[in-house]
Each structure stands twice: as C-alpha cells, then as structure tokens.
C-alpha cells in the first residue's frame, strides 16, 4: 500500500484530488470544493489533512488515502489561516479580507476533533482584521494564540474556555502583548513554546507557555529584505523562510531580490544563500533539502539547497522550468491576472513536485539526483494561479509543522 499521496488542489476549477505522485493516478476526488489557497493545507497526520472550503463555508477533515467521507464544520470565510495544536485534536480558523478593502470579520473557530459525544466547535468574536493563529499549550490546558495587525498584538485565548462558550459567536478578549503591525507569516515550535512572527525588524519570537505570552528578543534578518512566509520543521529545528527585498515595489518584481533563510532555533545559527531575481512565492522542505521555485522574465527555475552541511546553505542542483503562458508581466504587480506555480516536497525522501500554473501540469523530480528528468503529469483542470500542493503520508502519525501551508 502507497504511504504517500500528493493533495492538488485547483481553487478557480472547484477541484481537489488526491494523486500518486509516482504514476500521476488519481485515486480519491472532491468535488465543487473551493480550497482557501492563503490558509492553505494543513497535514494532521496518518494521511488526514485539514482546510478551508471558501464557497461551503466549511473547514474540511479528509483522509486522502481512503474513500470513506469527509468531516465538514462550519467557519466564517474567507479562511485567512489555520493552525492545529502539536497532536491534531484542536484546529483553529481565522477569518481574512476576501474583496473587502476594509477589515470586517472578527469570527475565530476552534473545531475539537475528538471531543466526547464526537467532534465539537465553537466561534467567537476577537478583532477584525487579517489575523494568523498557532494552537500552543499551558498547564492551565491548549490555547489559541492569534497574531493581529495594525494595531500589532498577540493574543491568547483558553481553547477550554472557547468551547465552553454558548453559541451565537460571543465576544471575547485574551491576554495580550505587543508585536510589530505588519506581521505576516507565523510558525509555532511546541517544544520551546515559541511562537514565531515575521515582521518587519526581524523574526519575532514569543514564549506562550503560559496564559499570558511573554515577548522574547527578535531574531534579525541580517541581509536586506524580509519574510512574508515562515516554514518550521521540529526534526530538524529550523525556522525557513525566503527574504524578498523590494517587496513595497511591487510593480517592480522583475528586480526584487530573494534569498533562503534558515533559522536554527538550539544554536541561533542562521545560514543565508542567495536565490535570484523575481517572484519566490513559496518554498518546500525534502528530508535533506529546501526546494524553491522563483519566477522571471529570463527563466523560471526550480532550486534545490542543501540542509546536511553545518556551514553554509550549499546549492545542489538547478531545473529549468518551463515558461507559463499567462505568467506575471513586467511592469504590473506578479499575483494580479496572473499564473503562479505551487510547490510540494515529500518529507521522507528528495521528491519534489512543482506546478505550471495555466497549463493543467505538474512536474516531479528526484532532486537528490543533479540532472534528474522533469516528470509531469497532467490534470483534468488547468491550475490557474498555479493550484495548491500538500504532501500527506500515513508513515507520520503526528501534524508535524502546525501551521497551514
């Protein structure tokens, strides 16, 4: 029996299917599903994975390697992110923009999945806004911890305390501390309790062991530039990101410059490498490597560095990618009227898969092997804004990252 499956979804097509990643099979479709593709996928583990349902108003619950149906809850939309506690019981939603210019929706959900009497959730009012969220734990039991923007705060909320409220989304205020206003981009380290934030001034850094979070000192980037999106492995330790410079141009993205950024959270270690002009959306994590896709006028290519050397962020290998039509123009902001490219990684092996946003396609390769061949693979659906990419495995009983990708 297969231990890995790779989740694409194609929010414009209402789409999601679940593929062999080897021979390019479908073997469980859904259908009529509109994927929230900035809350992203959330891995639960042993093959379940968590999302957002932006046209049902649902967060969805599906095992992606059997046929059996799909647990549906009910979230305010659109899902602007999603975070579960370190063994998958409590998930969290918060609420984003959609086509508001202003922020209108304050509505957080907690979904208990092995609650007594069967799965149980609840929503309450907190702050509008563009909020991220991690799920931690006190001694006083789990909280949900929500990253606000402008003004910037953290703050706390008892999840026992959530679920207890009536119906009716009441309102409610946690303990809260201060955090730069344009925070975007979150992870969560349950063994230190560390919430991270990308920000600004650098990676700011957050004990919420206990009820109250307590501020710790930030991590600066240390080269020109900042992250707008945060990765954190547990194995390995690490807090990954891509540092854009020139990002307040956006018209300009032709010239912005990207480099890899890894974190290691024991040793304070932080190792940079460059990666090119261009639009670097998002990044994945193989066992021993960080894949990245970066889109050019010149070229789009896939990356491979390397995570095994203790000294530096070597690059292992470079694939040419081929052009999108309908790919970001010169001169016009990237992710307006156009095609993109998602990016996935297996966890146990080199594997990478990486779409061609418009065309229906989706490359794989072995980036332990320089030179390895292109594999794709075509979808009944063609992608546009380059679909949406998780890699699920029944070999991992546990979420891992908490936080949707």
């Not at 009497?117 to 309450?124: F, H």
Request: aromatic share 6%.
């Amino acid at each position: 029996m297969r231990d890995e499956i790779l989740m694409v979804a194609d929010q414009n097509a209402a789409s999601v299917a679940f593929m062999d990643p080897t021979s390019g099979t479908i073997h469980r479709s859904l259908d009529s599903v509109v994927l929230a593709e900035h809350a992203g996928i959330l891995p639960l583990g042993s093959g379940k994975c968590a999302f957002v349902d932006d046209a049902g108003g649902a967060l969805v619950i599906v095992d992606g390697f059997t046929d059996t149906s799909h647990l549906l809850f009910p979230v305010a939309i659109p899902g602007e992110h999603l975070a579960c506690d370190p063994t998958g019981r409590y998930v969290a939603v918060t609420t984003g923009l959609g086509l508001s210019w202003e922020p209108w929706s304050d509505l957080l959900t907690i979904v208990d999945l092995k609650s007594d009497g069967g799965p149980a959730s609840r929503r309450i009012r907190t702050r509008v806004g563009e909020p991220g969220v991690v799920v931690g734990e006190t001694p006083d039991g789990p909280v949900a911890v929500v990253r606000h923007r402008e003004p910037g705060a953290i703050e706390s909320f008892s999840v026992e305390r959530i679920l207890a409220e009536g119906i009716h989304c009441p309102p409610l205020q946690g303990l809260k501390v201060g955090v730069s206003s344009d925070g975007h981009g979150d992870a969560f380290d349950p063994l230190t309790g560390t919430m991270f934030v990308a920000t600004g001034p650098g990676l700011e850094r957050f004990d919420i062991r206990k009820p109250q979070p307590k501020t710790l000192p930030t991590v600066p980037w240390g080269i020109a530039g900042r992250a707008y999106f945060l990765r954190f492995c547990p194995e390995k330790r690490i807090v990954v990101a891509v540092l854009r410079n020139g990002g307040e141009e956006p018209r300009n993205w032709t010239a912005w410059s990207n480099a890899l950024w890894v974190h290691h959270v024991d040793t304070g270690l932080t190792r940079t490498a460059p990666l090119g002009p261009g639009l670097v959306f998002r990044f994945a994590l193989t066992a021993t490597g960080i894949a990245a896709a970066r889109i050019h006028p010149d070229g789009d290519e896939l990356t491979m560095h390397e995570l095994r050397s203790s000294e530096k962020l070597e690059l292992r290998a470079i694939w040419r990618l081929p052009a999108m039509d309908g790919a970001p123009r010169p001169g016009h902001e990237p992710w307006d009227n156009a095609e993109r490219r998602a990016i996935a990684a297996s966890p146990d092996s080199e594997l990478v898969a990486v779409t061609r946003g418009g065309h229906g396609e989706l490359h794989l390769v072995d980036t332990l092997m320089p030179g390895a061949p292109l594999i794709t693979h075509h979808l009944d659906t063609p992608l546009h804004d380059g679909g949406h990419l998780a890699w699920l495995s029944t070999a991992r009983n546990l979420p891992g990252d908490t936080v949707g990708r």
